[in-house]
């Protein structure tokens, strides 16, 4: 065999060679994207999955809210407890009791929040909200007004109860009825503490929709130490 054909059959082997690698690349870039298709599909699908599994949790959740159990037999608020000059004053449900009444049940609960809103403001002493309970018909109202801040200049609310009793309506807009309030209050000349009952008979007017006092006459009034 001459040099020649030695060289000859050799390229052919070297070229065989490189196209049984070449070959060889070919299937394994193949396969590489096969698989990264297959990998891409694979977490398409997890993350559809994901949404489809977050979008049911996320329904779920605001039909839950939407189907929350209604209290039954809840007729009144309770009210909140109170806190003036670093006491705390806890309100009694039974302060705000009334015996057998003629009244709807939904007057008298218009009512005792009316007198619970008295009570509130005599703690904060707001005189805003303590005129809101009154008429603009209430006899010298401005009087009214003026003698209650002279009080709560004098005098720091601890406690305040009251209890609505005798309810009469006269008319569908007028219900008379009786209010006792026990008081307990701090003279803030000398600091003595003073505890008042007083009584009323009561004259509340509807008028624009709410319950208003209209006019009130002192029953008694006894000052305990």
């Not at 599909?41 to 049911?56: D, F, M, P, T, Y």
């Not at 189907?67 to 705000?96: F, M, R, W």
């Not at 006899?139 to 009793?165: G, H, M």
């Amino acid at each position: 065999m001459t040099h020649l054909e030695k060289t000859r059959e050799s390229i052919t082997n070297s070229l065989a060679a490189l196209e049984a690698e070449t070959h060889d690349v070919v299937r394994g870039s193949i396969q590489l994207n096969n698989n990264l298709v297959k990998a891409k599909k694979r977490i398409w699908r997890q993350v559809l999955i994901i949404w489809a599994v977050g979008i049911v949790l996320a329904f779920s959740y605001f039909l839950s809210l939407n189907h929350q159990p209604i209290p039954v037999n809840q007729t009144s608020k309770k009210p909140a407890a109170q806190q003036n000059a670093g006491t705390n004053l806890a309100t009694d449900e039974s302060a705000a009791s009334s015996q057998l009444l003629s009244t709807a049940p939904s007057e008298q609960e218009d009512l005792i929040n009316l007198l619970t809103k008295i009570r509130e403001a005599q703690f904060r002493k707001d005189i805003h909200l303590f005129m809101a309970a009154y008429s603009p018909d209430f006899p010298e109202v401005a009087k009214k007004r003026q003698t209650t801040l002279n009080i709560w200049k004098r005098y720091t609310y601890l406690d305040s109860q009251f209890k609505l009793t005798d309810l009469q309506e006269e008319s569908p807009t007028t219900i008379l009825g009786k209010v006792i309030w026990n008081i307990k209050a701090q003279d803030q000349k000398n600091g003595s503490i003073r505890s008042l009952t007083k009584e009323y008979h009561v004259t509340f007017s509807k008028e624009s929709g709410k319950w208003l006092i209209q006019n009130l006459k002192t029953i008694e009034n006894i000052k305990s130490n």
